[in-house]
């Protein structure tokens, strides 16, 4: 296991290596120290991870028209393309999914289920759908191991992987790509090229980069798994700040319990360290939620009814 120290010598990011013996309790330590962590797998070799990439900035790279024909707002099942400028947002985006029929019954989550929305190419559509498989696999051996019993191995998770293009801003002034937020699911598994940017917070409020590494992927702990193990496991605050000069794309793989899934809160679990509250993160949860919620239920709230933040998204 190697270890970046980032900062001062008291932060580190650890880096596991999933070909070696690697602990439960190591991977628990890492979740509960600072909430985000790197894994390199033999399914993500160097050269795997720059594929992923090259067919990420090729989609992007595309021509306007044909990237807008596979706009968001097509889907019913809210996966596609969309451009986001604002205060806090500088980037393109595309959605994906678990490919699936459409459910034509069933409570109003069902609806999130349903196919892609996809480019022409056949071979891109394929490598695109090789690599969900592949990141499930990765976030199915990483998961059990900080779940600890919380979530159930059988069950169908609900994924979703995002294709991101941070472009640079005007001017090429440093600002937000994306605003400090936490991501809403069990585990999230982040491709990221060679071009820098993402942060990530200590629980002392401490912002710190987390480069890229070669053949490993970033793997964040969500809001889910911190509610579930009573605050155990932290949910890593993290932004990108653009403006390098240089655009940047990352592939965000949320791995998320069955649509269907209860999650209940686990109190009986030592909390963590206490988490640093001087600014605003972007988060589903106010922090003081105990009830126990249908994973589906939440999830159509943030993307069926825009319901994405506790504080500022009523």
């Known amino acids: 296991m190697n270890r970046f120290l980032l900062g001062d010598e008291n932060v580190e990011i650890a880096h596991f290596d999933l070909t070696e013996a690697v602990t439960a309790a190591e991977l628990g330590e890492a979740?509960?120290?600072?909430?985000?962590?790197?894994?390199?797998?033999?399914?993500?070799?160097?050269s795997r991870c720059e594929e992923a990439l090259h067919d990420a900035r090729t989609f992007f790279d595309s021509p306007a028209e044909d990237k807008k024909k596979?706009?968001?707002?097509?889907?019913?099942?809210?996966?596609?393309?969309?451009?986001?400028h604002n205060d806090?947002?500088?980037?393109?985006?595309?959605?994906?999914?678990?490919?699936?029929?459409?459910?034509?019954?069933?409570?109003?989550y069902a609806r999130l289920r349903g196919p892609n929305l996809w480019p022409?190419?056949?071979?891109?559509?394929?490598?695109?759908?090789?690599l969900l498989d592949d990141l499930e696999r990765v976030g199915r051996e990483v998961l059990p191991a900080l779940a600890?019993?919380?979530?159930?191995?059988?069950?169908?998770?609900?994924?979703?992987?995002?294709?991101?293009?941070?472009?640079?801003?005007?001017?090429?002034?440093?600002?937000?790509?994306?605003?400090?937020?936490?991501?809403?699911s069990w585990i999230t598994l982040l491709l990221q090229d060679d071009a820098g940017g993402l942060e990530a917070r200590t629980p002392e409020g401490m912002w710190?980069?987390?480069?890229?590494?070669?053949?490993?992927?970033?793997?964040?702990?969500?809001?889910?798994?911190?509610?579930?193990?009573?605050?155990?496991?932290?949910?890593?605050?993290?932004?990108?700040?653009?403006g390098s000069g240089r655009s940047r794309v990352s592939m965000p793989f949320f791995l998320n319990p069955g649509l269907g899934t209860t999650i209940k809160g686990n109190r009986s679990v030592p909390r963590g360290r206490p988490l640093f509250y001087?600014?605003?993160?972007?988060?589903?949860?106010?922090?003081?939620?105990?009830?126990?919620?249908?994973?589906?239920?939440?999830?159509?709230?943030?993307?069926?009814?825009?319901?994405?933040?506790?504080?500022?998204?009523?």
């Not at 509960?32 to 033999?42: A, E, I």
């Not at 596979?70 to 986001?84: K, V």
């Not at 191995?153 to 400090?180: C, D, F, M, T």
Request: one cysteine or more; a neutral charge.
């Open 31 to 46: 979740a509960s120290r600072m909430g985000c962590f790197y894994v390199s797998h033999p399914l993500f070799p160097v």
């Open 70 to 84: 596979l706009a968001i707002e097509r889907s019913p099942h809210f996966r596609g393309y969309n451009e986001m």
């Open 88 to 108: 806090r947002d500088w980037r393109e985006q595309i959605h994906f999914g678990r490919e699936e029929p459409a459910c034509g019954s069933g409570p109003a």
């Open 120 to 130: 022409s190419d056949p071979a891109w559509r394929q490598r695109l759908l090789t």
């Open 148 to 184: 600890m019993g919380l979530c159930s191995a059988n069950e169908e998770p609900y994924l979703l992987l995002k294709l991101i293009h941070y472009q640079v801003p005007p001017g090429g002034v440093p600002r937000s790509g994306v605003a400090p937020h936490v991501d809403f």
């Open 208 to 242: 710190l980069d987390v480069p890229p590494v070669a053949g490993a992927l970033v793997v964040n702990v969500g809001e889910i798994l911190q509610f579930a193990s009573g605050g155990r496991y932290l949910a890593t605050p993290h932004r990108v700040v653009s």
């Open 278 to 314: 001087g600014e605003h993160v972007h988060r589903v949860f106010s922090g003081s939620e105990e009830e126990p919620f249908v994973f589906g239920d939440a999830e159509w709230k943030r993307k069926g009814l825009g319901v994405w933040c506790s504080s500022c998204v009523k």
